[in-house]
């Protein structure tokens, strides 16, 4: 067992990881900043020294760089971008830094008309854009590389679950497959008899006793956390009596809410008298954020397909010369609120007849999952359909499905008329936003997932989608496209 006294130290490197994590976060985003600052500078008039702001005196760019800087790392404090709550966690810590930045050119802005100040535009245009840019790509690799620690067991707290059977097990399981969550459960209090839990998988956790003595129990076992499984075996006063235990140490209280796969904004707390009732917003699928979305989707495709342009001419003629055939292939799929449409793709395997006609004797083989047919070594595949298929080329035609508005970028996978057919009542679900090329399914594991995995990340999403995780589900598709996990 853990002393009293051995408490104290765990405390200490509890303490010392995470200061070492936010000294990381600022340094990454000072270096981000600096760099977006000097490049506005540079490429805006050439000699960072000598270019001075119309209205400020004889204050050059370089030092109003310096200021603006500093007012941004203080926005992004304000804003929360160093907690330890938000860090690492969704998309939320994304859109912290967007805010503060938003913020940021608000004040500038409100600023400059004041005091007229004349910032030069081309050095704004360039400074937030870029600096956001960079902010976002050091956060992207700081997560990776917390994530490979907290893998490892390294920079997390240590947690103690309390509650009842069925709901501790549940959420030590999803701690379990969640590293990047940052807790290691090390005991769990459930007023059992016996001394050891024993979790779906078999593997056993120290028994502890009663969740009201969780507070003295989190003392022995050198828990930093206390983490609530539901309130199904407590009573009224339960989290208040062990809040008052907990006052007097450093461990922490988390709850876990019974309320699965509903994203943060949609909660929302109202306490009466006390009593902290929760209001859950009922997700939407029609309004203003559509039509942003539906403009977002038109502008970033009509982009891509200018960049992609050469791309795909050298794509269609690899294509067409290794067999003969057509350059594209287009498929029937159900879209938004079931309606259908055809789907465009570069053809990856041999000519359609061919490859349908072999279809079911190849079914008893898939690699995939229950429903989707997939399989890694599929013959019907050619050897250039081999090669855009792992870097995911064959799908770029589908950039003129979202300008004809029957997809979008970001979304569920687009399913086919007889998958829909297989669907159990909630999982029509699915076809209440547009299809996209990309998705939670994409970024997620593709092909490696199983149909019950795929079904609840496209759930999600399409009940808690929001811009920011766009943004987030684009910048990891890039990266599962060059690893080429589960591309097949």
Not at 60 to 84: D, E, P, R, V
Not at 216 to 232: C, L, T
Request: glycine share 10%; hydrophobic share 45%.
């Amino acid at each position: 067992m853990t002393t009293l006294g051995e408490r104290t130290v765990t405390g200490s490197t509890h303490i010392n990881w995470r200061r070492s994590l936010q000294a990381r976060l600022l340094a990454g985003d000072v270096l981000g900043i600096a760099l977006a600052m000097w490049l506005a500078v540079v490429m805006r008039f050439g000699d960072p020294r000598g270019a001075k702001v119309a209205g400020l005196g004889d204050l050059s760019y370089s030092q109003t760089g310096i200021a603006l800087g500093l007012a941004w790392l203080i926005a992004i404090a304000a804003f929360g971008g160093y907690s330890m709550k938000v860090v690492a966690v969704g998309s939320t810590e994304y859109r912290d830094l967007a805010r503060a930045t938003w913020a940021l050119f608000g004040g500038v802005a409100i600023f400059a008309t004041l005091f007229k100040v004349a910032f030069a535009r081309g050095f704004l245009a360039v400074a937030f854009p870029l600096g956001l840019l960079l902010l976002l790509i050091g956060r992207v690799v700081q997560r990776r590389v917390l994530v490979r620690r907290r893998g490892r067991g390294e920079w997390v707290e240590r947690a103690l679950v309390v509650g009842s059977p069925v709901e501790v097990r549940y959420v030590v399981d999803t701690v379990r497959r969640t590293p990047i969550a940052g807790y290691e459960v090390v005991a769990v209090a459930t007023a059992g008899q016996s001394r050891e839990f024993r979790l779906a998988d078999g593997s056993v956790l120290p028994e502890v006793g009663r969740p009201e003595d969780a507070a003295r129990a989190a003392m022995v076992v050198g828990a930093d956390v206390v983490v609530v499984a539901g309130q199904s075996s407590t009573g009224p006063t339960f989290l208040r009596d062990l809040g008052w235990d907990l006052e007097e140490t450093e461990c922490n209280l988390v709850l876990a809410s019974r309320m699965t796969d509903i994203a943060g904004p949609r909660i929302h707390w109202k306490p009466v008298e006390g009593l902290p009732l929760i209001s859950v917003e009922m997700p939407r699928y029609t309004g203003m954020k559509y039509v942003g979305k539906r403009a977002f989707d038109l502008v970033v495709a009509l982009c891509m397909l200018l960049l992609a342009a050469p791309i795909m001419i050298v794509t269609a003629l690899a294509v067409k010369l290794e067999d003969h055939g057509p350059a594209f292939y287009r498929q029937e799929r159900v879209g938004v609120n079931g309606s259908r449409f055809r789907m465009t793709k570069f053809r990856s395997m041999v000519t359609d007849a061919d490859a349908e006609a072999r279809l079911q004797s190849l079914r008893e083989d898939h690699d995939g999952n229950e429903i989707l047919f997939k399989m890694k070594d599929d013959p019907r595949v050619t050897r250039t359909g081999r090669f855009i298929r792992r870097y995911s080329i064959d799908e770029l035609p589908q950039l003129f499905d979202v300008i004809r508005g029957h997809m979008s970028l970001v979304g569920p996978r687009p399913p086919l008329p007889a998958e829909v057919e297989t669907y159990d009542q909630h999982v029509h679900r699915r076809l209440y936003v547009k299809p996209g090329i990309t998705g939670p399914w994409q970024v997620g594991g593709r092909s490696n997932l199983t149909w019950d995995e795929s079904v609840r990340k496209d759930l999600y999403y399409v009940e808690n989608w929001s811009m920011t995780g766009d943004l987030l589900i684009l910048v990891k598709t890039v990266r599962a496209v060059l690893a080429k996990d589960g591309a097949y």
